[in-house]
């Protein structure tokens, strides 16, 4: 079955790079039409799509975010990393990685991670 | 303020039905057929219980239903349980000459 999981800091420092990694089984990335996003959701608020990465390798970013992400795969581990810079206590929220379709259905979710942003 | 525009809150009686409504535009919920609802209880991941705009997933109950006119999209609960109390989202593909989806804000189901 399908099981996505993220890891990554529960704490980070303003102005510091939030590192994360998604480590999924069950599907391979390197299977065409394949793809994992990255969504989160700060406390009490809507879900916010972030980042996508497909099975060829091209990457998606949010508008609104993506001077400050970054998405790659390791194909060979079956783990997506998501990198943001420039942390703010706004980005505070539950990452979650998850698996997503060409068309924008997100079909499994991991459990979430959540990352707090304070000094 | 989310993309596409929901009603903060719902209620219903057990057995009764209710409908949430999600307003886009025709760059998001009008102009693509790939509309998605998600179930997400408190403390959980959100759970995929419509997709394509009407499609239902294995194991999710004929109770939910999804539909859309123009640039509202609806999910509909019939035969309210307790355990339908949740948030639901709705999600629209929004991708034009790139990849994009759009959220919701969210709607509170009551369960009475």
């Known amino acids: 079955q399908v099981t996505l999981r993220e890891s990554g800091p529960a704490l980070v420092k303003p102005t510091q790079t939030l590192t994360l990694t998604c480590t999924f089984s069950?599907?391979?990335?390197?299977?065409?039409?394949?793809?994992v996003s990255w969504i989160r959701q700060p406390p009490g608020k809507a879900l916010e799509w972030l980042a996508l990465?497909?099975?060829?390798?091209?990457?998606y970013y949010s508008t609104s975010l993506k001077t400050r992400l970054t998405i790659s795969k390791d194909t060979s581990k079956n783990q997506v990393v998501l990198t943001m810079t420039n942390m703010d206590p706004v980005d505070t929220a539950t990452y979650y990685c998850?698996?997503?379709?060409?068309?924008?259905?997100?079909?499994?979710w991991g459990q979430g991670t959540l990352v707090t942003v304070s000094s | 303020q989310s993309a596409l525009t929901q009603p903060r809150s719902v209620s219903g009686s057990p057995g009764q039905s209710v409908t949430i409504s999600c307003t886009g535009t025709?760059?998001?919920?009008?102009?693509?057929?790939?509309v998605s609802w998600y179930q997400q209880h408190p403390g959980k991941a959100p759970k995929l219980m419509i997709y394509?705009?009407?499609k239902r997933p294995s194991g999710v109950p004929d109770r939910f239903s999804g539909s859309k006119s123009g640039n509202t999209a609806s999910l509909t609960i019939s035969g309210l349980q307790a355990e339908d109390e949740a948030d639901y989202y709705c999600?629209?593909?929004?991708?034009?000459?790139?990849?994009?989806?759009?959220f919701g804000g969210g709607t509170k189901l009551t369960v009475l």
């Open positions: 998850a698996r997503i379709r060409q068309t924008g259905t997100i079909d499994y």
């Open positions: 999600c629209s593909y929004a991708g034009s000459y790139t990849f994009n989806v759009v």
């Open positions: 394509d705009v009407s």
């Open positions: 069950g599907f391979s990335l390197s299977t065409s039409g394949m793809c």
């Open positions: 025709s760059s998001d919920v009008g102009g693509y057929n790939y």
């Open positions: 990465i497909d099975w060829d390798d091209d990457k």
